[in-house]
């Protein structure tokens, strides 16, 4: 291979700093190939691959809660994420290998600009915000989390859904050579999710590809994966590879796999039991054990910003 010596190079081979991220634009431009998703001019903050690396230009949110959040450690080895085992600690310790890159996200269906895009061209034009939201799972467990993520609501608006796009259907990685669990069918796989278009663009929610500042644990969905805080948690769902916008309501796993368990809404509501159990009290992951459970709050205590999605529907049915 012939290497240049500075002093060979003439100046007109030298590519201005203009020029150079013109011709980045232009080289992504025609990467992007069947509908494109531009970056408007600037470049938003890269996501680094490297386990526990720093997040950039990460701005706080005014959407943040003032409760603590809970440890990383707590935040990182109490999962759920089935694709690695169904135990809480099995996530951390199956998920330790897990490579997220190379990773691309497909935006199909209902919407403008569709197409497959490499995981650092899809986050380009969104900033970064660290968002805490209280968790509510629906096991009757809780945790304050400190996420980083893009707001969900910027990405709808890029993409430009169809006025028949009516709900929003994410899809996880179904890779049974990465991901031990996915070789037992304990769900029907890929793991799947969707929220009304009403929902998802709201202000709240985000796809998180980060936490304490640092860049996503696998474990607990890394590259991407979605948070909806007055929802139970298994709507946010992990390592998302498809997004998909859609006239009709999409499938979701835990409601096809326990449909009178889970339902599609599964907004956090105190007054609708799961059959099972009471959903009126939570435990807060961390605290001490003898401290007594603490009240769910309806919506998860978000009723201020989404109570509205919901006037005229009736939510002991629709749970
Ligand atoms: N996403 C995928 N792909 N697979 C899963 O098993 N579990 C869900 C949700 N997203 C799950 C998933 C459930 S039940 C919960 S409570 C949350 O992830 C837990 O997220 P955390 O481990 O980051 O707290």
């Known amino acids: 291979m012939l290497i240049k010596k500075p002093s060979d190079i003439r100046p007109s081979e030298i590519t201005s700093q203009e020029n150079y991220l013109n011709r980045r634009d232009f080289i992504r431009a025609g990467a992007i190939a069947g509908g494109a998703l531009l970056a408007p001019g600037a470049f938003g903050a890269l996501i680094p691959e490297a386990r526990r690396a ?15 959040p809970n440890s990383y450690d707590d935040i990182t080895t109490y999962n759920n994420f089935y694709e690695f085992g169904t135990g809480k600690n099995d996530p951390v310790v199956n ?64 993409v430009q859904p169809t006025s028949r796009a009516k709900y929003v259907a994410f899809e996880t990685l179904n890779d049974p050579e990465r991901m031990p669990g996915v070789r037992r069918r304990v769900l029907e796989w890929p793991y799947r999710e969707g929220l009304t278009i009403e929902e998802a663009t709201n202000p709240l929610p985000i796809l998180a590809v980060g936490l304490y500042g640092e860049v996503l644990p696998n474990q607990n ?22 997004i998909h916008f859609s006239e009709r309501r999409p499938k979701t796993s835990w409601n096809m796999s326990q449909p009178s368990e889970y339902g599609f809404y599964a907004n956090v509501n105190p007054e609708v039991d799961h059959p099972r159990w009471s959903q009126a009290r939570e435990r807060r992951i961390g605290a001490s054990l003898f401290a007594s459970k603490q009240p769910t709050l309806m919506f998860n205590g978000y009723g201020e910003q989404v109570a509205d999605l919901y006037k005229g529907l009736n939510l002991t049915r629709n749970f």
């Open 95 to 158: 998920a330790r290998d897990f490579k997220p890159r190379p990773w691309t996200i497909t935006v199909e269906g209902e919407a403008e600009k569709t197409g497959t895009f490499e995981f650092d061209d899809f986050m380009k034009p969104f900033d970064l915000e660290e968002r805490i939201y209280r968790m509510r799972c629906v096991e009757a467990w809780s945790m304050v989390i400190p996420w980083v993520g893009i707001s969900l609501a910027d990405v709808i608006k890029h």
């Open 54 to 68: 720093k997040l950039d230009g990460v701005t706080e949110s005014p959407f943040s809660t003032t409760e603590t």
């Open 221 to 242: 969905g890394a590259p991407m994966r979605l948070v909806v805080p007055w929802k139970y948690g298994f709507k946010g769902i992990k390592s998302i590879v498809k």
